[in-house]
Protein backbone atom coordinates (compact mmCIF):
# COMPACT_ATOMS: atom_id res chain seq x y z
CA UNK A 1 0.00 0.00 0.00
CA UNK A 2 2.39 2.16 0.94
CA UNK A 3 4.53 2.25 -2.46
CA UNK A 4 1.11 2.83 -4.04
CA UNK A 5 0.84 6.09 -2.09
CA UNK A 6 4.21 6.96 -2.89
CA UNK A 7 3.69 6.63 -6.86
CA UNK A 8 0.28 8.55 -6.17
CA UNK A 9 1.87 10.91 -4.74
CA UNK A 10 4.87 11.33 -7.54
CA UNK A 11 1.98 11.10 -10.36
CA UNK A 12 -0.08 13.73 -8.73
CA UNK A 13 3.38 16.08 -7.99
CA UNK A 14 4.70 15.27 -11.74
CA UNK A 15 0.97 16.15 -12.96
CA UNK A 16 1.06 19.21 -10.78
CA UNK A 17 4.54 20.36 -12.10
CA UNK A 18 3.73 19.96 -15.65
CA UNK A 19 0.51 22.36 -14.81
CA UNK A 20 2.93 24.79 -13.22
CA UNK A 21 5.16 24.73 -16.16
CA UNK A 22 2.18 25.24 -18.61
CA UNK A 23 0.91 27.57 -16.30
CA UNK A 24 4.48 29.71 -17.04
CA UNK A 25 3.25 30.16 -21.21
CA UNK A 26 0.62 31.86 -22.68
CA UNK A 27 0.43 30.98 -26.16
CA UNK A 28 2.66 33.15 -27.74
CA UNK A 29 3.31 33.58 -31.83
CA UNK A 30 6.71 36.12 -32.00
CA UNK A 31 6.72 37.17 -35.61
CA UNK A 32 10.40 38.00 -36.36
CA UNK A 33 11.57 40.52 -38.85
CA UNK A 34 14.33 39.38 -40.87
CA UNK A 35 15.96 41.66 -44.06
CA UNK A 36 17.59 38.92 -45.86
CA UNK A 37 15.60 35.39 -47.53
CA UNK A 38 14.77 32.63 -45.69
CA UNK A 39 17.99 30.63 -47.00
CA UNK A 40 20.50 32.75 -45.54
CA UNK A 41 21.82 31.67 -41.97
CA UNK A 42 19.60 33.02 -40.01
CA UNK A 43 16.85 31.21 -40.78
CA UNK A 44 18.99 28.11 -39.62
CA UNK A 45 19.92 29.96 -36.45
CA UNK A 46 15.70 30.74 -36.02
CA UNK A 47 14.59 27.17 -36.74
CA UNK A 48 16.96 25.66 -34.06
CA UNK A 49 15.59 28.56 -31.83
CA UNK A 50 11.72 27.96 -32.68
CA UNK A 51 12.16 24.55 -32.21
CA UNK A 52 13.77 24.99 -28.89
CA UNK A 53 10.83 27.43 -27.30
CA UNK A 54 8.09 24.94 -28.45
CA UNK A 55 9.92 22.22 -26.33
CA UNK A 56 10.18 24.43 -23.36
CA UNK A 57 6.85 25.21 -23.64
CA UNK A 58 4.72 22.60 -23.93
CA UNK A 59 4.25 24.29 -28.18
CA UNK A 60 2.88 27.62 -26.42
CA UNK A 61 5.81 29.71 -27.62
CA UNK A 62 6.20 30.13 -31.33
CA UNK A 63 8.66 31.74 -33.26
CA UNK A 64 7.55 32.80 -36.59
CA UNK A 65 9.87 34.18 -39.03
CA UNK A 66 9.26 36.79 -41.91
CA UNK A 67 11.92 37.39 -45.03
CA UNK A 68 12.70 39.90 -47.30
CA UNK A 69 12.16 43.18 -45.27
CA UNK A 70 8.54 42.50 -45.57
CA UNK A 71 7.80 43.69 -42.32
CA UNK A 72 10.46 46.46 -42.95
CA UNK A 73 13.98 47.04 -43.26
CA UNK A 74 16.26 47.28 -40.52
CA UNK A 75 15.86 50.64 -39.00
CA UNK A 76 11.89 50.53 -39.84
CA UNK A 77 11.18 47.12 -38.24
CA UNK A 78 13.05 47.70 -35.05
CA UNK A 79 10.85 51.08 -34.81
CA UNK A 80 8.28 48.91 -34.70
CA UNK A 81 9.44 46.28 -32.51
CA UNK A 82 10.00 49.45 -29.96
CA UNK A 83 6.25 50.55 -30.36
CA UNK A 84 5.31 46.31 -30.06
CA UNK A 85 3.16 46.36 -33.48
CA UNK A 86 5.96 43.71 -34.38
CA UNK A 87 7.50 41.17 -31.38
CA UNK A 88 11.03 40.70 -32.98
CA UNK A 89 13.39 41.94 -35.62
CA UNK A 90 17.25 40.76 -36.44
CA UNK A 91 18.90 43.61 -37.37
CA UNK A 92 22.42 45.13 -37.57
CA UNK A 93 23.82 46.99 -35.42
CA UNK A 94 24.59 49.87 -37.98
CA UNK A 95 21.14 51.26 -38.37
CA UNK A 96 20.61 51.42 -34.90
CA UNK A 97 23.09 53.68 -34.18
CA UNK A 98 20.68 56.62 -34.54
CA UNK A 99 18.39 55.22 -31.63
CA UNK A 100 21.83 53.77 -29.19
CA UNK A 101 24.88 55.60 -30.40
CA UNK A 102 27.29 53.41 -28.28
CA UNK A 103 26.40 50.53 -31.08
CA UNK A 104 28.85 52.66 -33.64
CA UNK A 105 31.84 51.52 -31.92
CA UNK A 106 31.14 48.25 -34.06
CA UNK A 107 31.41 49.92 -36.85
CA UNK A 108 34.59 51.33 -36.73
CA UNK A 109 37.12 49.97 -39.73
CA UNK A 110 39.36 46.56 -38.89
CA UNK A 111 37.91 46.76 -35.21
CA UNK A 112 37.97 43.06 -35.26
CA UNK A 113 40.64 40.28 -36.20
CA UNK A 114 38.32 37.54 -36.36
CA UNK A 115 35.15 35.96 -35.65
CA UNK A 116 36.82 34.12 -32.01
CA UNK A 117 37.31 37.47 -30.34
CA UNK A 118 34.38 39.30 -31.94
CA UNK A 119 32.61 35.71 -29.88
CA UNK A 120 34.24 36.05 -26.95
CA UNK A 121 34.02 40.11 -26.55
CA UNK A 122 29.79 40.14 -27.63
CA UNK A 123 28.76 37.06 -25.45
CA UNK A 124 30.91 38.62 -22.67
CA UNK A 125 30.61 41.21 -20.16
CA UNK A 126 31.12 44.23 -22.94
CA UNK A 127 28.40 42.95 -25.08
CA UNK A 128 25.83 42.71 -21.89
CA UNK A 129 26.82 46.35 -21.31
CA UNK A 130 25.48 47.26 -24.35
CA UNK A 131 22.46 44.56 -23.92
CA UNK A 132 21.81 46.44 -20.61
CA UNK A 133 21.00 50.00 -22.82
CA UNK A 134 19.06 48.51 -24.78
CA UNK A 135 15.83 48.06 -22.80
CA UNK A 136 15.68 51.67 -21.81
CA UNK A 137 15.46 52.71 -26.25
CA UNK A 138 12.36 49.83 -25.97
CA UNK A 139 14.21 47.04 -26.94
CA UNK A 140 15.54 42.98 -25.49
CA UNK A 141 18.99 41.53 -27.30
CA UNK A 142 18.00 37.82 -26.46
CA UNK A 143 21.47 37.11 -28.07
CA UNK A 144 24.41 38.38 -30.08
CA UNK A 145 24.25 36.41 -33.65
CA UNK A 146 26.50 37.22 -36.81
CA UNK A 147 26.08 39.09 -39.65
CA UNK A 148 30.11 38.52 -40.67
CA UNK A 149 33.17 40.15 -41.89
CA UNK A 150 32.53 42.70 -44.26
CA UNK A 151 33.68 42.68 -48.08
CA UNK A 152 33.49 45.15 -51.27
CA UNK A 153 31.69 43.72 -54.75
CA UNK A 154 31.33 46.53 -57.37
CA UNK A 155 30.69 46.86 -61.11
CA UNK A 156 33.57 48.93 -62.24
CA UNK A 157 36.93 47.41 -61.94
CA UNK A 158 39.20 45.11 -58.91
CA UNK A 159 40.04 47.32 -55.97
CA UNK A 160 43.67 46.52 -55.62
CA UNK A 161 44.82 49.36 -53.66
CA UNK A 162 43.24 52.56 -52.32
CA UNK A 163 43.18 54.82 -55.32
CA UNK A 164 40.79 51.97 -56.74
CA UNK A 165 38.04 53.21 -54.66
CA UNK A 166 38.10 56.89 -56.27
CA UNK A 167 34.90 57.49 -57.74
CA UNK A 168 33.09 54.44 -57.09
CA UNK A 169 29.10 55.03 -56.18
CA UNK A 170 29.20 52.82 -52.81
CA UNK A 171 26.05 51.43 -51.15
CA UNK A 172 26.69 52.07 -47.30
CA UNK A 173 24.31 51.27 -44.43
CA UNK A 174 22.48 54.38 -43.02
CA UNK A 175 25.51 54.76 -40.88
CA UNK A 176 27.55 58.17 -40.79
CA UNK A 177 30.72 56.07 -39.77
CA UNK A 178 30.26 53.91 -42.89
CA UNK A 179 29.68 56.73 -44.85
CA UNK A 180 32.89 58.16 -43.81
CA UNK A 181 34.94 55.37 -44.23
CA UNK A 182 34.22 54.99 -47.62
CA UNK A 183 34.32 58.71 -48.47
CA UNK A 184 37.86 58.55 -46.82
CA UNK A 185 38.66 55.75 -49.20
CA UNK A 186 37.49 57.91 -52.12
CA UNK A 187 34.12 56.37 -52.66
CA UNK A 188 30.65 58.19 -53.27
CA UNK A 189 29.37 56.79 -50.13
CA UNK A 190 25.78 56.47 -50.53
CA UNK A 191 23.45 55.44 -47.52
CA UNK A 192 20.95 53.23 -48.26
CA UNK A 193 18.24 50.08 -46.67
CA UNK A 194 18.99 46.73 -47.78
CA UNK A 195 15.90 45.96 -49.36
CA UNK A 196 16.59 48.89 -51.92
CA UNK A 197 20.35 47.54 -52.76
CA UNK A 198 19.82 44.69 -55.26
CA UNK A 199 17.91 46.92 -58.10
CA UNK A 200 20.49 50.21 -57.37
CA UNK A 201 22.72 47.98 -58.02
CA UNK A 202 20.72 46.64 -61.37
CA UNK A 203 19.97 50.33 -62.41
CA UNK A 204 23.70 50.99 -61.96
CA UNK A 205 22.13 53.84 -59.17
CA UNK A 206 25.28 53.00 -57.17
CA UNK A 207 28.68 50.94 -58.89
CA UNK A 208 28.99 48.43 -55.22
CA UNK A 209 28.46 47.66 -51.62
CA UNK A 210 29.72 45.63 -49.17
CA UNK A 211 28.59 42.52 -46.70
CA UNK A 212 29.64 39.67 -46.01
CA UNK A 213 29.92 36.75 -48.24
CA UNK A 214 26.63 35.03 -47.29
CA UNK A 215 24.48 38.28 -47.87
CA UNK A 216 26.22 38.69 -50.82
CA UNK A 217 24.86 35.27 -52.36
CA UNK A 218 21.77 35.28 -50.51
CA UNK A 219 20.75 38.65 -52.04
CA UNK A 220 22.14 37.41 -55.49
CA UNK A 221 24.32 40.31 -55.97
CA UNK A 222 26.42 38.01 -58.17
CA UNK A 223 24.06 38.74 -61.02
CA UNK A 224 24.66 42.49 -61.04
CA UNK A 225 27.82 43.04 -59.68
CA UNK A 226 31.46 41.27 -61.43
CA UNK A 227 33.85 42.21 -59.16
CA UNK A 228 34.41 41.12 -55.15
CA UNK A 229 37.37 42.21 -52.71
CA UNK A 230 38.11 40.51 -49.89
CA UNK A 231 38.49 43.53 -47.47
CA UNK A 232 37.42 42.04 -44.30
CA UNK A 233 37.26 45.92 -43.23
CA UNK A 234 34.44 45.71 -40.54
CA UNK A 235 32.74 42.93 -38.47
CA UNK A 236 28.56 43.01 -38.25
CA UNK A 237 27.22 41.76 -35.08
CA UNK A 238 23.35 41.03 -35.69
CA UNK A 239 20.81 41.75 -32.99
CA UNK A 240 18.00 39.50 -31.73
CA UNK A 241 15.56 42.03 -30.33
CA UNK A 242 12.38 41.55 -28.75
CA UNK A 243 9.76 44.12 -27.89
CA UNK A 244 10.24 45.54 -24.21
CA UNK A 245 6.35 46.37 -24.45
CA UNK A 246 6.54 42.12 -24.98
CA UNK A 247 9.02 41.49 -22.50
CA UNK A 248 6.79 43.38 -19.43
CA UNK A 249 4.06 40.77 -20.12
CA UNK A 250 6.01 37.69 -19.78
CA UNK A 251 6.84 35.14 -16.72
CA UNK A 252 10.15 34.88 -15.62
CA UNK A 253 9.84 31.07 -17.20
CA UNK A 254 9.24 32.86 -20.65
CA UNK A 255 11.50 35.48 -20.67
CA UNK A 256 14.40 32.85 -19.97
CA UNK A 257 13.43 30.18 -22.41
CA UNK A 258 13.78 33.24 -24.53
CA UNK A 259 17.19 33.92 -23.70
CA UNK A 260 18.21 30.72 -23.79
CA UNK A 261 16.69 29.32 -26.89
CA UNK A 262 18.24 32.25 -28.75
CA UNK A 263 21.47 31.14 -27.21
CA UNK A 264 20.63 28.03 -28.84
CA UNK A 265 19.70 29.77 -32.15
CA UNK A 266 23.13 31.60 -32.03
CA UNK A 267 25.48 28.66 -31.80
CA UNK A 268 23.90 26.80 -35.23
CA UNK A 269 23.48 30.51 -36.76
CA UNK A 270 27.24 31.50 -36.65
CA UNK A 271 27.99 27.95 -37.12
CA UNK A 272 26.45 28.06 -40.49
CA UNK A 273 27.02 31.38 -41.20
CA UNK A 274 30.89 30.61 -41.16
CA UNK A 275 30.14 27.40 -43.13
CA UNK A 276 28.73 28.86 -45.70
CA UNK A 277 30.63 31.95 -46.05
CA UNK A 278 33.81 29.71 -46.56
CA UNK A 279 31.74 28.15 -49.61
CA UNK A 280 29.90 31.27 -50.96
CA UNK A 281 33.58 32.77 -51.99
CA UNK A 282 34.01 29.23 -54.29
CA UNK A 283 29.96 29.87 -55.09
CA UNK A 284 30.47 33.45 -55.90
CA UNK A 285 33.68 32.53 -58.41
CA UNK A 286 31.10 29.85 -59.91
CA UNK A 287 28.59 32.59 -60.33
CA UNK A 288 31.13 34.64 -62.40
CA UNK A 289 32.47 37.14 -60.11
CA UNK A 290 36.22 37.96 -60.81
CA UNK A 291 36.91 37.57 -56.78
CA UNK A 292 40.57 39.02 -55.32
CA UNK A 293 42.55 39.65 -52.24
CA UNK A 294 44.67 42.77 -51.47
CA UNK A 295 48.24 42.82 -51.14
CA UNK A 296 48.89 43.45 -47.67
CA UNK A 297 51.10 46.86 -48.32
CA UNK A 298 48.22 48.14 -50.18
CA UNK A 299 45.89 46.64 -46.89
CA UNK A 300 48.39 48.48 -44.49
CA UNK A 301 47.89 51.85 -46.92
CA UNK A 302 44.20 51.43 -46.77
CA UNK A 303 43.99 50.77 -42.85
CA UNK A 304 46.36 53.61 -42.39
CA UNK A 305 44.14 55.73 -44.17
CA UNK A 306 40.81 54.63 -42.42
CA UNK A 307 42.75 55.00 -39.11
CA UNK A 308 41.06 58.68 -38.85
CA UNK A 309 37.56 57.80 -38.74
CA UNK A 310 37.54 56.29 -34.86
CA UNK A 311 39.15 60.29 -34.14
CA UNK A 312 35.87 61.61 -36.45
CA UNK A 313 33.56 59.32 -34.47
CA UNK A 314 34.76 58.80 -31.04
CA UNK A 315 32.72 61.78 -29.58
CA UNK A 316 29.54 60.57 -30.74
CA UNK A 317 30.14 56.23 -29.75
CA UNK A 318 31.13 57.73 -26.32
CA UNK A 319 34.37 57.26 -24.44
CA UNK A 320 33.04 55.06 -22.10
CA UNK A 321 31.91 52.40 -25.18
CA UNK A 322 34.87 52.65 -26.61
CA UNK A 323 37.35 52.16 -24.03
CA UNK A 324 35.41 48.78 -22.99
CA UNK A 325 35.44 47.70 -25.82
CA UNK A 326 39.25 48.71 -27.14
CA UNK A 327 40.13 47.43 -23.14
CA UNK A 328 38.67 43.85 -23.63
CA UNK A 329 40.35 43.43 -26.91
CA UNK A 330 43.50 44.23 -25.32
CA UNK A 331 42.85 41.70 -23.18
CA UNK A 332 41.49 39.25 -25.09
CA UNK A 333 44.30 39.34 -27.51
CA UNK A 334 46.82 39.32 -24.30
CA UNK A 335 48.83 42.45 -25.38
C1 LIG B 1 19.88 42.84 -43.35
C2 LIG B 1 20.94 43.91 -43.12
C3 LIG B 1 22.23 43.51 -43.82
C4 LIG B 1 23.31 44.54 -43.67
C5 LIG B 1 23.18 45.65 -44.72
O1 LIG B 1 18.69 43.16 -42.66
O2 LIG B 1 22.21 46.44 -44.59
O3 LIG B 1 24.04 45.72 -45.63
O4 LIG B 1 24.60 43.93 -43.80
O5 LIG B 1 22.64 42.28 -43.21
O6 LIG B 1 21.21 44.05 -41.74
Given at each position: MHSFRLLAAAAAFALLGAGTVQAQFLERNLRVSNG?????PMGNGLAKMGECTLAKSGGKLKITPYWDGSLGNDLTATQSVRTGQIEMVLTS???LVGI????????????????KEADQLLDGKVGDWFAAKLPAVGVVNLAWWENGFRHTTNSKRPITRVEDFEGVKMRVMQNNIFIDTFKTLGSNAVPMAFSEVYSALETKTVDGQENPYTNIENMKFYEVQKYLTLTKHAYSPTLVLLSRKAWDTMSTQEQATLKECAAVGREEQRKVNRAKGEQSVANLRSKGMQVNEISPPEMSRIRAKTAVIQEHHGKTIGAEAISLVFGELKRIRGN
Open positions: VSKEHTAPLPELGVFDLPFLFNNE
